[in-house]
């Protein structure tokens, strides 16, 4: 089920935000922090199959958008690490979330609470994936752009990577940005099967859908 | 024979491109790669480069990356094996 909840905006103001939720008041309620960028794309379809898994095991689970992605109106030059944290600790008061399950990126911008983190990276090196496309694009087109210049100019002026408009706050958090350390972290060989983050199209999998439901449900009840 | 070398980076492109087993298996040093492989774009190579580092334990040099690096399987283990030769 669609759902909105209060995001708070760079100015201080709210604005309504887009959140899937599976909610049934259930005592145990799992924020899911998305992938970041591209890897949202391609996790979307295992994420909600995850979700309905939880569901099934008697779980709550809430998968708010980051503001300026997915539904949002927001613009996602206006956003940074800083932002993105914001609504996430936003949507965990408003949903009254006990736990987290971060996925890749989303590790970067999770709330405190107690969770997981689904092969967390650092956003250095999310951003090395995306220069690198960048490059690669330009290269074909006969420019010759390096990672080092690219940056120089994302940290001033912000950057479009791989049709993401990163403003410089996002490029200068993301530099440094470390996934939290409350989590634990979940590898994709638990899940078994290969990693669909790495996969050039969108693809999904219900086994590993299952596996990462089970390796969270099994430590709720522990 | 099949080195590890070889099998790490036939799985790669398994987990990458989404590719069956036994087609990835079926490669060999002629196989076309970019620009014959549809799933293969800029964001994947991307992908595919940053996994290579990943398991194969070596770093890319943006400047070492351009179309003969991509153009056939067999360009692509020349280069992963003489960089971990190099590493």
Known sequence: ?222 | MITEIDSTLRQILADVLGLAPDRVAAFDGDTGLFGHLPELDSMSVAGLLTEMEDRLGFIIDDDEVDGELLETYGSLLAFATAKQAGA
């Open chain 1, 1 to 222: 089920m669609i759902t909105g909840w209060p995001c708070p905006t760079p100015s201080g103001a709210s604005s309504e935000e887009y959140a899937l939720a599976f909610d049934d008041n259930r005592p145990h309620r799992l924020l899911i922090v998305p992938a970041l960028f591209d890897e949202a794309n391609r996790l979307r379809r295992f994420t909600v199959e995850t979700m309905r898994r939880l569901d099934g095991a008697g779980i709550d689970s809430i998968l708010p958008d980051l503001p300026g992605t997915n539904e949002s109106q927001a613009p996602l030059s206006a956003q940074s690490r800083a932002t993105w944290r914001a609504a996430m600790a936003a949507s965990t008061t408003h949903f009254r979330a006990t736990h987290v399950l971060a996925l890749r990126g989303g590790a970067l911008v999770a709330p405190e609470l107690p969770g997981w983190a689904l092969a967390p990276v650092s956003g250095a090196s999310v951003l090395r994936q995306m220069l690198r496309s960048r490059i690669l694009t330009a290269r074909e087109a006969g420019k010759d752009e390096t990672s080092e210049a690219l940056l120089a100019t994302g940290r001033d002026h912000g950057l479009v990577l791989a049709g993401h408009d990163l403003g410089p706050a996002m490029i200068r958090e993301l530099e440094a940005a470390e996934p939290a350390a409350n989590l634990s972290p979940i590898s994709q060989s638990e899940l078994g099967g290969s990693a669909l983050w790495l996969r050039a199209e969108p693809d999904e999998d219900p086994a590993q859908s299952a596996a990462l439901a089970q390796v969270v449900a099994k430590a709720l009840q522990s």
